[in-house]
């Protein structure tokens, strides 16, 4: 490798890593916060400077590029359950290798002067305009592939917003085809949402409603309360709708089931 400029390397990998982590937000729909996300790319930045390193046996690489994946989603998303992270990791891992493999056909087929790959690690001595265009085109390479998308099944996420009590929630709601539960007198769509979306609120007793359910697992009720308002992808819902609170029932990153009618009101 020629001459290398460490606060070029670590900022190169530092705005490489803030794409990789807001791609694995999107593909998984976690939520995080913009401090978290920026700190872990920074860790990634530092983690770069391995590219100073000896060149590495071909066995070390993998273990190491799986540690530093799993610093970085630790830092950007927090902990969860173990599943949850080795999947975290993986669509990180995915992403990396599918950005290095688009960069180096981008390489070979224009050759840019002052790019190298070394121990795994991307370098640029190019100017920032030209890294900011081949990195957004990476971005939508990766987008059009389908990569941040669940595609394919008739399903997919939406982002929910709802207030109440002057309060705001904020959440990923998966769009559920087979999900017709009502409030039973009313007849209004029930958004089913794990109680941790919504931190210490405590419902109005007077407002509540036991809402019935029959599923795949067995019968059920949930209790549900009626929002001030629903947004779904930043479109307000006039239709009342009713959330139906449960308890550690949904898995993964996405604690919420939004009927797919809901999805077809707000387009």
């Given at each position: 490798m020629k001459s290398v400029y460490i606060d070029v390397l670590i900022t190169v990998n530092v705005f490489i890593d803030f794409i990789l982590?807001?791609?694995?937000?999107k593909a998984l729909c976690i939520n995080t916060s913009f401090k978290k996300m920026l700190l872990a790319s920074l860790l990634g930045g530092v983690q770069s400077l391995?590219?100073?390193?000896?060149?590495?046996?071909?066995?070390l690489n993998i273990?190491?590029?799986v540690l530093c994946a799993a610093g970085i989603v630790l830092?950007?998303?927090?902990?969860?359950?173990?599943?949850?992270?080795?999947k975290r990791i993986s669509v990180f891992l995915?992403?990396?290798?599918?950005?290095?493999?688009i960069m180096m056909f981008l390489y070979n087929a224009f050759k840019p002067k002052g790019m190298e790959v070394y121990n795994d690690t991307v370098y640029f001595n190019i100017s920032p305009v030209l890294l900011i265009i081949l990195t957004l085109v990476c971005y939508y390479i990766l987008k059009l592939t389908k990569i941040l998308?669940?595609?394919?099944?008739?399903?997919?996420?939406?982002?929910?917003?709802?207030?109440?009590?002057?309060?705001?929630?904020?959440?990923p709601a998966k769009i559920d085809?087979?999900?017709?539960?009502?409030?039973?007198?009313?007849g209004n769509y029930v958004i089913i949402a794990e109680q941790n979306i919504f931190d210490d609120y405590v419902p109005d007793e007077t407002k509540t409603r036991i809402i019935p359910f029959e599923s795949l697992g067995g019968n059920g009720i949930v209790k549900g309360f009626p929002p001030d308002k629903v947004k779904i992808d930043g479109k307000e819902i006039c239709k009342s709708i009713y959330i139906g609170i449960c308890n550690?029932?949904?898995?993964?990153?996405?604690?919420?089931?939004?009927?797919?009618?809901?999805?077809?009101?707000?387009?």
């Open positions: 982590i807001l791609c694995t937000k391995i590219a100073l390193f000896p060149p590495l046996p071909f066995f273990p190491i590029d830092c950007a998303f927090g902990k969860c359950p173990f599943k949850c992270f080795i995915s992403l990396s290798f599918s950005f290095c493999g998308t669940k595609g394919g099944n008739g399903s997919g996420v939406c982002k929910v917003e709802i207030k109440v009590n002057e309060q705001s929630y904020f959440f085809t087979g999900c017709n539960l009502v409030e039973p007198f009313s550690d029932v949904l898995k993964g990153d996405v604690k919420a089931i939004i009927p797919y009618e809901l999805v077809k009101i707000s387009e």
